[in-house]
């Protein structure tokens, strides 16, 4: 062990500290694995397909990968390659995202797309999630089938934010749906991952999977009120990127709604590229409007969902650690 000072969420007061040191120290196995698993005989390609996580990150799903096999054998050695894959799948996920959103900044760094071009970028991603899946071959065949299912609702997520709402689809109910399977799947399968390799029994599996479902939901929304009403983030993302894009997120969902005549001037800046000047009236406007409130009372409402299911769980550290980090992400938006 390493005996690496915890930080982050794992740095919180209520997360045991022999439990934060054990989880990690493993995140520096995995970050390891993580370095090594990209690198490749082409020094462009090795560059590009590093950008990102040399970019930094959380790391949160592999975090819980690992959290959730205290629930059963946490010392499992597959458990490090587990964690590996669900964060190389994801940051493959980001190539591609960043190519569709023309995005200039990831991780508070210049875009693959935006250094190499979209070509490089769209082949880095493909390359990482294929280092992420010769990884699942040697993990067996049910990690194989679990992963792809969660590619193709990651797939089908960015489908779906691309096409809208179909006719009579509530344009909110879309939205939510987007979310819960272009971040939520994930999140929820990261827990699947730990319970799995780490043995744990399948009823506890299956709670595990249920709750960080909502907390994937939950931690979208947080991001989605931080973008109105936060600093610059450690992602890079400047308060107003989604306004200045046009993209709709839950405050501005709920915005729309209003029938104020004095939310009209709002109301026509949502849902359209802005430049500088609007983009900052529309924050303005939106910052202390009541869609805020009620956009963290739904963030409230899936974190307390997430609380709910891991209340039934063994009452020990790693429940502990799980029911903090709902707090942290309701808090975090705060």
């Not at 950008?51 to 930094?56: I, N, Q, R, S, V």
């Not at 799903?61 to 959290?67: I, K, Q």
């Not at 946490?74 to 023309?102: G, R």
């Not at 909502?214 to 990127?241: C, E, H, W």
Request: proline letters at 5%.
């Amino acid at each position: 062990m390493s005996g690496a000072v915890p930080s982050g969420f794992l740095a919180l007061p209520r997360v045991d500290p022999a439990l934060a040191r054990e989880v990690q120290d493993d995140l520096e196995k995995v970050e390891e694995l993580l370095r090594e698993s990209v690198r490749s005989s082409d020094p462009l390609l090795t560059e590009a397909a590093s950008h990102l996580l040399e970019a930094g990150g959380k790391r949160f799903r592999a975090m819980l990968v690992l959290l959730a096999a205290h629930f059963g054998d946490p010392k499992v050695p597959d458990l490090i390659a587990a964690a590996a894959v669900v964060e190389l799948t994801h940051v493959a996920t980001l190539y591609h995202d960043d190519v569709m959103d023309e995005a200039e900044l990831r991780r508070g760094k210049t875009s693959a797309n935006q250094r190499w071009g979209n070509s490089i970028a769209i082949l880095t991603g493909d390359y990482v999630f294929a280092k992420a899946s010769t990884m699942l071959a040697d993990l067996g065949t049910e990690a194989v089938r679990l992963q792809a299912e969660t590619f193709a609702r990651l797939v089908q997520g960015q489908i779906l934010e691309t096409s809208g709402p179909r006719d009579g689809i509530d344009p909110l109910d879309h939205y939510l749906n987007v979310i819960d399977d272009k971040t939520a799947s994930l999140i929820a399968s990261s827990a699947e991952f730990g319970g799995m390799f780490g043995k744990v029994d399948p009823e506890t599996v299956s709670t595990l999977t249920r709750a960080c479902d909502a907390l994937g939901m939950a931690f979208q929304l947080a991001d989605d009120i931080l973008d109105v009403d936060g600093d610059r983030s450690a992602s890079g993302k400047i308060p107003g990127t989604d306004l200045r894009e046009g993209v709709l997120t839950l405050p501005m969902f709920y915005a729309m709604r209003s029938e104020d005549p004095a939310d009209e001037r709002l109301k026509s800046l949502l849902g359209r590229p802005l430049d500088d000047t609007e983009a900052e009236e529309a924050l303005t406007l939106l910052r202390p409007h009541a869609a805020m409130a009620e956009a963290e009372t739904t963030l409230r409402h899936w974190a307390g969902k997430a609380r709910g299911e891991l209340q039934t769980l063994p009452d020990i550290p790693a429940r502990e650690a799980f029911l903090s980090l709902c707090d942290y992400v309701v808090e975090r938006s705060g």
